[in-house]
């Protein structure tokens, strides 16, 4: 057994550089080495070709320790095989590792790995010893291929805080950004579910998020403060979590994750709300009025500087033209927002927040005590109505 081993070694190794270098019969199929400058194919062409030359060598062995007895037969062609695949490990190996040194981009060596990974599990059904030359070299190769990815991963994450885009004014996410979940997306894209288990793919995918998604939020922060305004700050932050939430909700594992921005984008929201809101309630001069019925400690508040009749019937009037055209005072900033559901939202909450100002201001007016009433000085509508036409 030992010297037929030795010869389909010596063969299966002459078989696969003919492969590589010369090819099949006339030429047919042509010479894998022809593939050199596609890196996938190149690959995955030999390791198709040491899949296939192992199951015929285990067929040729089994045949001819038919009449052995099943269990030494068993463990003899075992280690014949071993042996025989054990001669294309240095020369397939130092052809991946070029490869490799080639720098193929990350999506590349992305699905190098992935490729290598199938494989070996697949060739691995062949041998019954794990600990064989030829699986060690395909988890070796996957392991370098897996580290050079997240290095790769890493630079690119790095180099994101290196120039810091100023926002643009339309408050659009960053070129960097974009370019990011691009690499991203065709990351995850190029994850076969047919080639790696669920339970791979979903701690590929947890590594992947960690080094990418705290460089890039930390990026847009980075980005947002030089912006002066909170409400353009908030707005640039929202436009980026919602394009990062938007390319994640298509791949599975990421709940945690969106869960996370959700939060964050949440922050940013309110932030808008209140600058939304308070921005309507100064364009009408309701703030200050406002502020000062809050503040008071006089009863008769018409006695109160600032809120004299005829300055409080001047923010009624603005106020009621306000109600006539409630878009009129709406931010900038919340018409650059990307997410239309998220326009809504500050734009129906800001509404809320006025509403609730007016009606306290209402109600303060209608005290016996305010004065109002006597200076002839009424709202012409009540909390309600304010409601139905602005919410």
């Not at 002459?14 to 099949?24: H, K, P, W």
């Not at 390791?47 to 192992?54: D, E, G, R, S």
């Not at 199938?118 to 600990?131: A, E, H, R, V, W």
């Not at 009749?309 to 931010?331: E, G, K, N, Y």
Request: hydrophobic fraction near 45%; glycine fraction near 4%; aromatic fraction near 6%.
């Amino acid at each position: 057994m030992e010297e037929i081993s030795n010869a389909r070694r010596t063969a299966v190794v002459r078989c696969f550089i003919d492969a590589l270098t010369r090819g099949g019969p006339s030429g047919t199929p042509r010479p894998i080495e022809l593939h050199a400058h596609d890196p996938l194919r190149y690959v995955g062409d030999m390791l198709a070709w040491l899949h296939q030359a192992l199951a015929m060598e285990k067929e040729m062995l089994q045949a001819l320790l038919d009449k052995v007895n099943a269990k030494t037969g068993s463990g003899a062609m075992s280690l014949a095989l071993c042996h025989i695949a054990e001669g294309v490990c240095r020369p397939f190996k130092v052809r991946v590792e070029q490869v490799l040194a080639s720098q193929p981009g990350a999506v590349i060596v992305y699905q190098l790995s992935s490729l290598l990974y199938f494989y070996s599990k697949t060739i691995s059904g062949l041998l019954d010893t794990p600990s064989t030359a030829i699986l060690v070299t395909l988890t070796d190769l996957r392991q370098l291929s897996q580290k050079m990815f997240f290095n790769s991963l890493s630079i690119h994450a790095s180099k994101l805080l290196e120039k810091v885009e100023i926002p643009h004014a339309s408050l659009s996410p960053p070129g960097a950004l974009s370019q990011s979940l691009n690499l991203l997306k065709e990351v995850l894209l190029s994850q076969d579910v047919t080639v790696v288990p669920l339970e791979t793919r979903q701690e590929d995918f947890t590594r992947i998020l960690t080094c990418l998604m705290d460089p890039l939020l930390q990026m847009c922060s980075l980005s947002a403060s030089n912006l002066s305004k909170p409400a353009e700050m908030a707005t640039f932050l929202i436009n980026c979590i919602y394009q990062i939430q938007s390319t994640l909700a298509v791949f599975e594992f990421n709940d945690t994750r969106i869960e996370a921005l959700g939060g964050q984008c949440d922050a940013h929201v309110d932030t808008l709300i209140h600058e939304q809101a308070s921005h309507i309630l100064s364009c009408v001069s309701l703030a200050e009025i406002y502020n000062k019925i809050q503040a008071s400690t006089v009863a008769k508040l018409v006695d109160v500087h600032g809120l004299d009749p005829a300055t409080v019937q001047s923010a009624l009037r603005m106020f009621d033209a306000f109600l006539a055209t409630p878009d009129i005072h709406t931010l900038a900033e919340c018409k650059l927002l990307y997410s239309g559901k998220i326009r809504q939202t500050v734009s129906k909450q800001a509404s809320e927040v006025v509403c609730e100002v007016y009606s306290a201001i209402y109600t303060a007016m209608q005290s016996e005590t305010s004065g109002y009433a006597a200076a002839g000085v009424t709202a012409s509508r009540t909390p309600d109505q304010v409601k139905t036409l602005i919410l």
